[in-house]
């Protein structure tokens, strides 16, 4: 027996050996390390509290700008892409479904990079469905409130099966909030009775896929609306209702802790 050929033999089995070892250590590292870092994308829909009226620079001030920017620093989460499709004054009769404004909250949806990531729609509406008069369709009641809203949802889940909807509570306003429309205490109160809806509407979905978002803020915002909530003169004097920096920058990790409960580390 020619023992210098088979260690030979031997040496290059084990090289190989090596070398396969190597390959599927690398291999399985590089999907360890996808399943760590996440893609998320995320529309924002909402009114004027999403948009970011009345601050200087709504792009990186306005709660979706914040809340994104506090997903990208948590654990799990290397990449977060959003677009905000907040219009100040609209209702969810603005966002139903066959209208140029839902359309365009779909189209941004479609606009995000083609990198496999988590979709998700988070929906903070509610404020001018509340009024008593002024935006489309408003005073908008609480049985049709759930009516809209289960429609907007539906149709994001239809066009997007792998999407994650998170729903927020609306945010408080001042009982004397009266400028272009018309809120007062019966905006309040009608604002108030949409939560029920909203969490039954949640609650109604067992998918995995529609979540309650946040719903902290309101009561936070009421406590702290003078410091929180810009002054603004209305028909019944200063008025409370739109955040300031630093109330839109306190909405926005509201909004991103909501999030990030849903995708996290999942």
């Known amino acids: 027996m020619n023992c210098t050929v088979d260690g030979n033999y031997l040496n290059s089995k084990m090289k190989i050996t ?12 590089y999907f ?13 829909i909402g009114d004027s509290i999403t948009f970011g009226a009345w601050l200087d620079s709504p792009a990186i001030q306005a709660p979706p700008a914040i809340a994104s920017a506090y997903l990208k620093k ?3 989460i290397d990449v977060v892409e959003f677009s905000n499709q907040g219009h100040s004054g609209y209702t969810t009769v603005d966002f139903l479904p066959g209208g140029d404004t839902f359309n ?9 990079s083609a990198k496999p990531g988590i979709l998700i729609f988070s929906i903070m509406l509610g404020t001018n469905d509340s009024a008593v008069k002024g935006p489309n369709g408003s005073p908008v009641s609480p049985e049709d409130y759930y009516k809209n809203m289960k429609s907007i ?15 927020n509570l609306p945010l408080w306003y001042s009982p ?42 309101f009561g936070y915002f009421k406590n702290n609306y003078l410091t929180k909530l810009r002054p603004e003169d209305g028909h ?31």
Request: aromatic fraction near 12%; include cysteine.
């Open 153 to 167: 949802v539906d149709k994001l889940l239809s066009d997007f099966p792998q999407c994650k909807v998170v729903i």
């Open 32 to 44: 360890s390390l996808l399943a760590q870092k996440r893609v998320v994308k995320v529309v924002y």
């Open 104 to 112: 365009a909250a779909e189209k941004a949806a479609n606009s995000f």
């Open 74 to 76: 948590q654990k799990g």
């Open 236 to 266: 019944q004097g200063t008025f409370y209702l739109h955040p300031t920096k630093d109330g839109a920058a306190d909405l926005g990790v509201f909004w991103g802790k909501a999030i990030y409960g849903v995708v996290g580390e999942r």
């Open 176 to 217: 004397n909030t009266y400028n272009g429309a018309q809120y007062l205490q019966e905006g309040l109160d009608r604002l108030q009775s949409y939560f029920t809806p909203i969490k039954t509407l949640v609650n109604s979905y067992q998918n995995h896929q529609v979540f309650l978002g946040d719903s902290a803020a």
């Open 18 to 29: 090596l070398r396969l070892s190597l390959s599927l250590l690398l291999f399985f590292s």
